[in-house]
């Protein structure tokens, strides 16, 4: 008997954030935040408390936070080739979940995503829209959702740019949301000050 299709949810975790630290040394996805948890592990809650069925891609020389996230339930799949570029991490995650109905592809360094936000992407893939992102004041932002019928084309991509190419397409879905967290990302230190900020208003 066939195992019923599923809707996958992807967390790329395997970039080096140069950008964050330019010698290597701090990795952005494990900066501890004020609850002791890390940032990866935030942006992993959030996809986890909509999709129970997910992976998470890691380097191969960052044990600390596939370790975190293995804690957490998820499975890490290690990606020998990250550092060609953000479609290799992509590849690795769907040729190891190929049996999908259809992936929601996060980013490991934006803990802001509103779990609400994810559960309405899902709920735009299952009702039958084929590539959905995200969209507030006008502009796009991430999670982003492929159904089954794009993995070739996923499969196909190359380089840095991740699935761009695909979202220019008329086909794409966009979902209106109430949240700036999808256009916020820990890139820098001062985007983690500002985060950490953020919450101790929020808990104030």
Request: net charge negative.
């Amino acid at each position: 008997m066939t195992s019923p299709l599923r809707w996958t949810g992807i967390l790329l975790a395997a970039g080096r954030g140069r950008r964050f630290d330019a010698s290597g040394q701090q990795d952005k996805l494990l900066q501890t935040l004020a609850d002791g948890k890390s940032v990866a592990q935030h942006s992993a809650h959030n996809l986890l408390a909509v999709m129970p069925h997910m992976v998470a891609v890691t380097r191969p020389d960052n044990a600390v936070l596939s370790d975190q996230l293995q804690a957490m339930g998820i499975v890490c799949l290690v990606c020998h080739d990250a550092d060609a570029g953000m479609a290799n991490s992509l590849k690795c995650a769907l040729r190891a979940t190929a049996d999908s109905e259809g992936w929601l592809i996060a980013l490991a360094d934006m803990p802001m995503v509103k779990p609400s936000t994810i559960t309405q992407l899902c709920d735009a893939l299952q009702a039958g829209a084929e590539i959905v992102v995200p969209v507030l004041n006008g502009q796009r932002g991430n999670p982003v959702g492929f159904a089954r019928k794009y993995l070739p084309q996923l499969l196909d991509l190359q380089g840095d740019v991740g699935a761009r190419s695909l979202l220019k397409s008329d086909l794409v879905t966009q979902v209106m949301v109430d949240d700036p967290g999808i256009h916020q990302d820990i890139d820098t230190p001062d985007a983690l000050v500002d985060y950490l900020a953020a919450m101790a208003r929020a808990e104030a």
